[in-house]
């Protein structure tokens, strides 16, 4: 359910629908929803959101808003990324509380995905 003033939904461009979703399913199981064949929307990952057709993408580089994964076990879900056809476009690194790094999905979407888990 929706709450008041909170943030609800996220939106990203894609210039390839077919080819975000096939990642985010073979990555991380996502399931979508088509309205045309210009639009999709995903339900259930942390946040609700949708991708729509379009030739530009989501990038820190571009100041974009930075969406960052959890995962329990870091070097598992770069694997299972990489896996599914990202680019990683900033290797793992250490930071205050734990350790990341950045990829881009086919479409050219920066993501990032976070461990508090083998931190020194």
Partial sequence: MSKHEKIDYVEF????????????RNA???EFTDYGPEY???????????FYK??????TE???????????????TKEKVKK??????????SFPGGRRFHFTEPSGNEFAV???????
């Fill in 28 to 30: 991380f199981d996502w």
């Fill in 40 to 50: 999709c929307d995903f339900s259930g990952e942390g946040i609700n959101g949708g």
């Fill in 62 to 76: 571009t100041g974009a808003a930075l969406i960052v994964f959890y995962s329990k076990d870091l070097e598992a």
């Fill in 114 to 120: 976070w461990s508090d888990k083998g931190t020194e």
């Fill in 13 to 24: 461009p894609s210039a390839d629908l077919d080819a975000t979703k096939s990642f985010f």
């Fill in 54 to 59: 379009s030739e530009k993408k989501s990038t």
């Fill in 84 to 93: 599914a056809g990202a680019e990683i476009v900033q290797d793992t690194f």
